[in-house]
């Protein structure tokens, strides 16, 4: 079993964005091959650096199904022919539903109904999915979570009764529970942990006291305390129909489809939703650079950013182009010219923009030399104005158009890639046509838009960073930034719990 964060969606990736969902990636020994649940983006919209240029002819834009169960229950499928379909039950609550002092709930909540579940024993429920053939993943963000399972399409109506035997209605374990807890407690961030601690960090600079600043894991001291009541009271609270839709693509008949939900699902008790708060980013008071004294490496790690606006935003076009004129074009972005032109060493560039229905955000990070991390920081934040000051060329322009458009077809022409953007849709209420309207929609974003959304929504100023890297040289460096405050954490007092 392994926390894994990945990321797939019409709203393609960037390297910065690849690198960070690696390094929110916990490996555990359970079920490693058959299953792997994740801590993961992989419905936040986001706005994309270095995807690949390529030409080629746009799929067809597929029809969505829509459906409800009297218990409110949403169903949207999706007929694509082929061998393989994909189904993701997406439950409206994610991280930020958390309680304040319970972080780490939601994700625990949904491990303990695949794993610490006594209607499906641990070997049982391995045995089940080695002869359906079945890969099924948990993907958590702040905004929901989840349940993804890849199977033959000969076996969709055993997974559907699974899913159901599972989510419906659990009864956790304590013996599974525990389990959990102690795979969480002895296992190991992979990859670039220097990374997972500047965005870990860098959270908790932009987001303050919300919601929106805890890791969706939670901390080892969190996850220790909490108990099956506290499982069972989130289950109740949020794993009802009414907060939940099946999505379902290449699948059965929709007639023979829409028989098999009601038959699986139709007795699931709809309840009243309880309300959350929405998440309002604090704006700091003063800009912050947090220096984590590591002295592993000679280079730093560089993250820097602050929020971004909500899903719903109407400048999600223009937004998403800025983005990706600053970091998503390769040598030709912004940031790579500026860096090259300084000849400024680095590595690992991009900018990122996730958004989300309350916690989105954006970034830029990079990796450099320790010499060179006051020249990168000094050139990433000219890099970031000069989207506000000087025009977007039409060259600029017609590539991140590109850019977004390839992605778009790609995310068109796979089972999980389709399932994955109507999952967006559905949770962010998106416009019924927006699959068949996103290279319209790209198309009329005028060079004047992109970079009116990138003075309205892109600050060099009211930006806070994390810089990773041994302290005293970093701190000598960045002290000619007066406008920001430098403090300092050891690495052994900065690593969020659950990485230990």
């Known amino acids: 079993m392994g926390f894994k964060s990945s990321h797939n969606h019409n709203y393609m990736t960037t390297r910065m964005d690849r690198r960070s969902r690696a390094t929110c990636r916990l490996q555990h020994v359970v079920l490693a091959v058959l299953v792997c649940i994740g801590v993961s983006n992989h419905f936040i919209p986001r706005a994309f650096a270095q995807a690949k240029l390529s030409e080629g002819t746009a799929p067809a834009i597929p029809r969505i199904h829509r459906t409800e169960l009297l218990n409110g229950l949403r169903v949207l499928a999706i007929e694509k ?30 491990q303990s109904v695949c794993f610490a579940n006594a209607k499906v024993p641990l070997q049982r429920w391995k045995d089940e999915l080695e002869f359906l053939g079945a890969r099924i993943e948990i993907h958590l963000t702040t905004d929901s979570t989840v349940f993804q399972a890849q199977v033959p399409l000969s076996n969709v109506e055993a997974v559907l009764a699974l ?19 102690c795979e969480l407690r002895t296992s190991k961030m992979t990859l670039s942990e220097a990374h997972a601690l500047a965005r870990f960090h860098l959270g908790e600079l932009v987001f303050g006291q919300t919601g929106c600043a805890r890791a969706e894991w939670g901390t080892q001291e969190s996850v220790n305390a909490l108990r099956i009541a506290d499982l069972e009271a989130f289950h109740q609270a949020y794993y009802l129909p009414n907060n939940t839709a099946l999505i379902v693509v290449g699948g059965p008949p929709l007639d023979r489809l829409g028989d098999l939900v009601r038959e699986k699902f139709g007795s699931w008790v709809k309840a009243n939703l309880q309300p959350t708060e929405p998440a309002v980013a604090p704006m700091p008071a003063r800009s912050v650079v947090r220096v984590i004294d590591r002295k592993t490496s000679s280079d730093a790690i560089i993250l820097v950013g602050h929020s971004a606006p909500a899903r719903q935003t109407p400048d999600f076009f223009a937004l998403t182009l800025a983005n990706t004129v600053l970091g998503g074009l390769g040598k030709a972005s912004r940031l790579e010219q500026a860096l090259a032109k300084q000849n400024i060493p680095h590595q690992a560039l991009g900018s990122g923009l996730e958004f989300k229905q309350s916690c989105g955000w954006f970034q830029v990070s990079a990796q450099a030399p320790l010499s060179a991390v006051p020249a990168a920081f000094a050139a990433i934040l000219e890099s970031i104005e000069d989207m506000k000051t000087r025009p977007i060329s039409e060259t600029e322009l017609n590539q991140a158009k590109s850019t977004l458009l390839t992605s778009h077809r790609t995310n068109l022409e796979t089972e999980t890639g389709l399932a994955d953007q109507v999952t967006a849709i559905e949770l962010f209420d998106l416009a019924r046509d927006f699959l068949s309207g996103f290279p319209l929609r790209v198309e009329q974003v005028s060079a004047e838009r992109v970079q009116e959304a990138a003075k309205n929504y892109l600050s060099s100023t009211q930006i806070s960073g994390v810089v990773v890297g041994e302290s005293q040289t970093v701190k000598a460096g960045l002290a000619e930034f007066r406008s920001f405050e430098i403090s300092e954490r050891q690495e052994s007092v900065a690593k969020p719990a659950s990485a230990n």
């Open 81 to 110: 022919p082929g061998e393989m379909a994909v189904i993701n039950l997406l439950v409206k609550a994610g991280s930020f539903a958390d309680p304040r002092d319970k972080a780490g709930l939601a994700s625990l909540t949904a």
């Open 163 to 181: 899913f159901a035997r599972l989510i419906v209605q659990p009864v956790y374990t304590q013996e599974g529970l525990d389990r959990i807890k």
